[in-house]
């Protein structure tokens, strides 16, 4: 009998924006904001302070690194107000909800010392993409492979050395909410899946892990990151663009597939999503599928 080794299914979701390396006077500081995805500061030259809503002002140097968790309301300044400040940032997020809660817990929004090894890391990853963004002799497509290469290798360095990474309050949800976070997030996951198109709810979902709608809500939230609309929100998105991608389809049959009451609801909801409609999105994507294949199955994600 032949060996079977079964390859799994890969969802990395990678996306990275506004990330940047920028050398700022004494006295700089940029307003409080927040993003739903996470953010990496690395300090090469100078002081940074960053305060985190809820938190004493944290001011770090050259090495060390901080990684700002989703949705948490921060700003920067240079804390020298006469000395030049030189760092790189960028805000990065993906698919995987375990390694989203494993950082959220165990290294986010806090200092992490040059001498550690994952600010090593993290100076090391943020210094090649800043490298690659210069583009020489690269293509824009060989650009945003580079990156996204290199974003996937630094989660994996990530996972091998978080765990010489240690603090005091490091564990910030308890083994119970974190399993409730889990099951919420598969029971969305099933339910945008569904090939009946029934509409759910979160509060129904709520109801079969038998937690109030406020509880699961806030655990969700501690644990990922993210609220679990916009969790909900990711994955229709990303259900929404795979199946634009099978030219078979018809925008009037993709509206179908995903439950919407309407072309227009779905146009209007998509635009949201996107900034662009469904046919506009096709125009961009469609002189770059060659090869499709449609599954057999019924699962779209």
Not at 74 to 102: A, P, V, W
Request: one cysteine or more; hydrophobic letters at 35%; charged letters at 25%.
């Amino acid at each position: 009998m032949k060996n079977f080794i079964s390859i799994p299914v890969v969802e990395s979701g990678l996306y990275i924006f506004g990330g940047h390396m920028h050398t700022v006077p004494g006295g700089w500081s940029f307003f409080e904001q927040k993003h739903q995805a996470f953010e990496l500061m690395c300090v090469l030259k100078g002081t940074q302070t960053t305060t985190l809503k809820g938190l004493e002002p944290m001011t770090y140097g050259p090495g060390s690194a901080l990684i700002i968790a989703p949705g948490t309301l921060h700003n920067n300044r240079n804390t020298s107000k006469d000395q030049e400040m030189t760092y790189i940032c960028f805000h990065f997020n993906f698919e995987s909800l375990g390694l989203k809660s494993t950082i959220i817990s165990d290294i986010a929004n806090t200092v992490i010392p040059a001498d550690n090894p994952v600010a090593k890391a993290s100076m090391a990853a943020a210094l090649d993409i800043v490298k690659y963004s210069k583009g020489d002799k690269l293509t824009e497509e060989q650009v945003n492979l580079k990156i996204q290469i290199r974003l996937l290798s630094y989660l994996y360095e990530l996972t091998e050395k978080l765990s010489e990474f240690s603090r005091n309050d490091q564990v910030h949800f308890t083994e119970r909410e974190a399993r409730v976070a889990r099951k919420i997030a598969t029971l969305i996951v099933e339910g945008i899946d569904k090939e009946d198109h029934q509409q759910f709810s979160f509060g129904d979902i709520c109801k079969r892990v038998d937690i109030s709608s406020g509880y699961g809500h806030r655990t969700f939230r501690k644990v990922y990151g993210m609220t679990p609309l916009r969790f909900i929100d990711e994955k229709k998105y990303r259900k929404a663009k795979l199946l634009l991608g099978y030219m078979e389809y018809s925008i009037e049959d993709v509206a179908y597939m995903m439950g919407a009451s309407s072309i227009s609801n779905f146009s209007k909801q998509f635009k949201k999503w996107s900034g662009i409609t469904p046919s506009e999105y096709r125009k961009q994507i469609n002189p770059k599928r060659t090869v499709r294949s449609v599954s057999q199955s019924g699962h779209f994600e």
